[in-house]
């Protein structure tokens, strides 16, 4: 399976300014998607990412606040824009090797405190 | 819409105890369950993939059943250990060419040494 970078792995930011977080795959893939996973739920999909294209987002979820750039089959970028408290969370990338047969590959995740 | 339960939200149990981690899923149009394992503040481990057209899978301690019919799955944990305690995710897919995972909440283990 494949093997993801995520950077950074966590950080504090403070009110109104903005991350990116970076995801970095060893082999080529299609498709890359992003997750967020707020205190205490489960991971919800804000996106995904296709090289050439540009992001389906989910709903509940828009490319002003959360814009996606894709710009190789092996590296994909989230930024997380006009930050508030409500934005702490952890954000985790995720791939498919090859078809949805090999199932998921998640990055180490960036845990996101807002402040 | 799929939704996909798991109960209960905690466990706590004895160390060299046998477990079952048990998650339900509505809709039993899947392509395929995937359990991963979430250490605090990490990202996610696979633990094990289960196609539709399987029963179930092994590694190790773990052994995961699926029965698409009753829209269920089962995690088993041999010989639990204290290195097992972390929360434990359910997720499926469903085919298409936006697949995308439906998670559970988690179960959330914790092996008392």
């Known amino acids: 399976s494949a093997v993801i970078s995520q950077k950074p792995s966590r950080d504090i930011c403070q009110r109104g300014t903005s991350l990116t977080i970076q995801c970095q795959v060893d082999?080529?893939?299609?498709?890359m998607f992003w997750y967020r996973q707020q205190p205490g739920q489960s991971l919800t999909l804000i996106a995904t990412?296709?090289?050439?294209?540009?992001?389906?987002?989910e709903s509940g979820f828009v490319i002003d606040k959360f814009p996606i750039s894709r710009p190789n089959l092996t590296f994909s970028t989230l930024t997380v824009s006009n930050m508030s408290p409500e934005d702490s969370s952890i954000y985790l990338c995720?791939?498919?090797?090859?078809?949805?047969?090999?199932?998921?590959?998640f990055g180490s995740g960036t845990r996101l405190t807002v402040v | 819409k799929q939704e996909v339960t798991q109960i209960p939200a905690a466990l706590s149990v004895p160390e060299g105890e046998n477990l079952v981690l048990n998650c339900s899923f509505t809709?039993?149009?899947?392509?395929?369950l995937q359990w991963f394992r979430q250490d605090p503040g990490k990202g996610l481990t696979s633990l094990l993939l289960i196609q539709s057209s399987q029963r179930e899978q092994t590694s190790g301690r773990l052994n995961a059943s699926l029965d698409k019919s009753s829209g269920r799955s089962t995690l088993y944990i041999a010989a639990s250990q204290p290195g097992d305690s972390a929360t434990y995710l359910c997720a499926v897919t469903a085919r298409g060419a936006n697949s995308k995972l439906t998670f559970g909440k988690g179960i959330t283990l914790s092996v008392r040494p």
């Open positions: 082999s080529q893939v299609t498709m």
């Open positions: 995720s791939v498919v090797t090859g078809t949805e047969e090999n199932g998921y590959t």
């Open positions: 809709d039993s149009a899947i392509y395929n």
């Open positions: 990412a296709n090289q050439g294209s540009e992001a389906t987002y």
